[in-house]
């Protein structure tokens, strides 16, 4: 039987990119989890607005998109199906985001990834000078502008929530 085995990506890694690339960025560290939009707002003392989630979604034919929204918001799945001229739109199984970006479901940041996936940013996430993500562990969050995360993933911006 055949092993599939995984690469972890993690925040060390993702503070190396951040490096490199010269990106205004900060990874913050915390005792508790920051997993969910929920606890990473109460470790801030910010709104959930202020925190963005990303999310990997797949279509039909199992391509794979990175959805980026305010932590107050759901994705849209038909306006994410209209934008990526999908049939519908399913969410990434556990698995298969720790596949496809490098990380567990909870600490996955809205950039550097194992593979390269077509992202959109909810148009939302642009109307604040800096916002908050996963930060490549269960434990550490990004903070990073907004503009930065367009760049860097080369993303499309589109109103894809709800």
């Not at 391509?63 to 739109?89: C, H, M, Q, W």
């Amino acid at each position: 039987m055949c092993k599939i085995v995984f690469k972890q990506y993690n925040d060390r890694m993702l503070q190396d990119y951040i490096k490199e690339k010269g990106v205004d960025a900060e990874i913050l560290y915390f005792k508790e989890h920051t997993m969910t939009v929920e606890a990473a707002a109460e470790n801030l003392k910010v709104s959930k607005d202020r925190i963005i989630k990303s999310i990997l979604v797949l279509n039909e034919k199992n391509e794979p998109f990175l959805i980026i929204l305010n932590g107050d918001r759901k994705i849209s799945f038909k306006k994410v199906a209209n934008v990526t001229g999908s049939e519908y739109i399913r969410l990434a199984k556990a698995r298969e985001v720790k596949e496809i970006l490098g990380y567990e479901i909870g600490s996955v940041p809205p950039i550097f990834h194992k593979n390269s996936v077509r992202t959109f940013v909810d148009e939302r996430v642009l109307g604040y000078d800096y916002v908050i993500g996963g930060g490549g562990s269960t434990h550490s969050l990004l903070k990073i502008r907004p503009i930065d995360i367009v760049k860097l993933t080369n993303a499309s911006v589109f109103d894809i929530s709800e």
